[in-house]
C-alpha cells in the first residue's frame, strides 16, 4: 500500500484525532507502550494515545545521557500536570557504552537505534507484555529514509524490518501521513501546552547528532552547554528550528594572549514549515555575535563559532 | 636589544624608504636573495631590495604548489613590468612529499618551513652564492610568535636560530618595525600598483593554511576553488582579509534527492586595521547567501557553508 500524504491544508484536527482515536481502539487489543522524548512527535503520539487507550498506554521516558538539560524532568512533569503518567528509566551508561570509539554518523546513529529498541525499550515492553508500539514517526522522516538521505531512528517497516518477528512487537504510526506543520495543528488541537505543539524539532539521536565524530559524555556535556545558549538566545526569533554542533576539527584560537587550538561550535537556525527545504534564518548580526561571545565566553575549550548560511538542499537541517 | 614598534601614525614612508635603502646598502657586501610571494610584505621587500641593491638582489618565486589560482604569473608578471627580474621555481613536488600524512598544523607549518628554507630556497640560496637574505617580517609576526601563538614560517632569529651557522646565510628584516598598515604606507610610497600595496593578507603556508587536516593536491584544489570565488565575492566589501577554510569533518549533505556525507567550507571575512584584533564584517545576508550557493554549486563535493561569527580573539584570523 503506496504510503499518502495529508497536507497540512487538507487537515481537519479534531476529525483526524477522533479517526485515529477509533483507529487506535480498534486495532490495539492488549497493553501498548510507547517512548516520549519531548518531541512535537512523540508528544502528541503520547497524549492521543492515552485519549484512546487510557491506562493501557504504558509511557516510558528514556534518559540516554543525550538530552538536553534537565529534559526529562520537564518533559514528565508536563504530562504528568495533564494526567499522564511518565516513567523515566535511566539508561545514560547502555547508550555511552554502545557509542564508545564511534565516529561514523550511521554507525552512531545505528547504536543508538539499537541500544534503544533491542536493549533498552526492548526490554521494557518485553517486561510490560505489550505488544504494540506507538510512534511518532511523521511523512518528512518516511521520505528521506526512503530516498537514503537520513537514516531515523524510528522508520522500520519501511526499511523491511518486521518488528513483530525480529523485537516481538507490533509498531504503531499514527501520525505517518503528516507533515510537522500537520503534527503541530492536531498537538494544539490536543490541547497540548504551546511550548511542545510549537516545539522546534530535536532529533532523534538527540545530542549525539550535534556531535561530530567520538560521542563521549564530556563531548555531549559542551554540545549542551552550546545549546541552551543558542535555544535561550533565539528563541524568541520564531524560527522553525536552532542548533549547536560541536566540531571534532580543531582550529588555533587565543587566550590570555597564548594559542589555544580549540574547539569549534556550529549554529544553524532554519526557516522552514516543513523541513523538507530551508533557509538559513536572517540574524541580525548582533544577534551572531552575541551568541559567539557567549559560546566562548561560557562554554570552556571552545575558540570558535561559525554560522550556517547554506540552505536546504544542498545541507541538511543536522549535520549528523 | 630589544625591539621597537613604529607606530604608522609616526612613519614617515618617504623618509623610512631612504633610510633603507642607505641601511642595506651598508648592511650588503655582495650578493643578496629573497622569496617573493606576491604578498605585501614579500613584495614591499622586493623592490626596496631592487631600488637598494639593483641586480645585487636575486628574487625567487617558489612554485610550491599552495598558492591560489595562476599567482606565479600573476605576480612575477607584474614585478617584470617594474623591471625587477623574478625567477619562478617549481617545487610543487617536494611541498607535497613533506606533506604527506601530516594533519597537526604545527608540523604542517614546520614541514613548509624546512621543505622552503632546507630544501628548495636554501639550495637557491647556496647556488645563488649569496650571504644574505631579505624577509618581509613585520612587527605582529614577532609579536605572535614570541608570545607562541602561531609561528610564522619567517621568524628565525627571534626563536635563536642562527641562520648564518645552519642555513649559510644572513636574514635582515627591513619591515620588522612596521604593523601591517605601515608596510602598505610604504608600499605605496615606493610606487608598487594598488592590488599589491592593498592586497589582503595571506599566510605564509598559503592555501595550507587553510586545509584543517591532511593536505594534498586534491584538497588544496577544492579551498583554491573556493578561495576564488570568496576573493571574487567580496574584494568590493574593502575589508581587511578574507578566506576560505576546508574542513576535515564530513557533515550530512543532500544531492539530488540522495544522502551525500559531504565536505564545509568556513567562509571568514574580517575587519581590522593590524590583524592584532579583528572582528567578522557584517556582511549582508544576500552576499552569504551568494556565497553560499556558488561554492556549493561550483566545488564538488562541498555540501555546507559556514560564516565565521568570533572575534580575534579568542579566534585568530586563520584556522590552521
Redesign the interface.
Known amino acids: 500500500m503506496e504510503l499518502q500524504e495529508l497536507k497540512t491544508t487538507d487537515l481537519k484536527p479534531e476529525e483526524f484525532i477522533e479517526q485515529k482515536i477509533q483507529q487506535l481502539r480498534a486495532q490495539v487489543d492488549g497493553p501498548a507502550v510507547n517512548a516520549l522524548s519531548g518531541g512535537v512527535d512523540s508528544s502528541v503520539v503520547t497524549l492521543l494515545g492515552f485519549k484512546a487507550l487510557g491506562e493501557n498506554l504504558k509511557t516510558y521516558f528514556i534518559e540516554n545521557g543525550l538530552m538536553r538539560q534537565n529534559e526529562p524532568q520537564i518533559i514528565a512533569g508536563l504530562f504528568r500536570k495533564m494526567g499522564v503518567p511518565v516513567e523515566i528509566i535511566d539508561a545514560k551508561e547502555e547508550f555511552f557504552t554502545a557509542l564508545k570509539g564511534l565516529t561514523d554518523?550511521e554507525e552512531k546513529r545505528e547504536a543508538i537505534t539499537q541500544t534503544f529498541y533491542k536493549d533498552v525499550f526492548g526490554k521494557m515492553v518485553r517486561q510490560s507484555g505489550a505488544k504494540y508500539l506507538l510512534q511518532g514517526t511523521n511523512y518528512t522522516d518516511v521520505e528521506e529514509t526512503v530516498?537514503?538521505?537520513?537514516r531515523q531512528h524510528n522508520i522500520l517497516e519501511q526499511l523491511g524490518i518486521d518488528t513483530q518477528q525480529q523485537y516481538g512487537y507490533k509498531v504503531i504510526e499514527p501520525l505517518v501521513q503528516l507533515r510537522k506543520s500537520g503534527v503541530r495543528a492536531v498537538g494544539k488541537a490536543l490541547g497540548l501546552p504551546v511550548e511542545i505543539y510549537n516545539r522546534p524539532p530535536f532529533p532523534g539521536p538527540a545530542l549525539a547528532a550535534r556531535v561530530?565524530?567520538k560521542v563521549t559524555p564530556e563531548r555531549i556535556q559542551i554540545v549542551r552547554q552550546a545549546t541552551a545558549i543558542v535555544e535561550e538566545t533565539l528563541s524568541k526569533t520564531g524560527a522553525f528550528q536552532y542548533l549547536a554542533i560541536l566540531?571534532?576539527?580543531?582550529?588555533?584560537?587565543?587566550?590570555a594572549?597564548?594559542?589555544?587550538?580549540?574547539l569549534q561550535i556550529?549554529?544553524r537556525c532554519w526557516e522552514s514549515t516543513d523541513a523538507k527545504t530551508g533557509t538559513?534564518t536572517?540574524l541580525p548580526?548582533e544577534t551572531?555575535?552575541e551568541?559567539?561571545?557567549k559560546i566562548?565566553g561560557k562554554v570552556a575549550g571552545v575558540?570558535?563559532?561559525?554560522?550556517?548560511?547554506?540552505?536546504?538542499?544542498?545541507?541538511?537541517i543536522?549535520?549528523?
Open positions: 554518523p530516498a537514503g538521505i537520513k561530530i565524530g566540531h571534532e576539527d580543531r582550529v588555533t584560537g587565543i587566550r594572549g597564548k594559542r589555544d587550538f580549540g556550529e549554529v538559513p536572517k548580526f551572531l555575535t551568541l559567539a561571545e566562548t575558540v570558535s563559532v561559525t554560522y550556517n548560511i547554506t540552505t536546504k538542499p544542498p545541507s541538511t543536522e549535520a549528523v
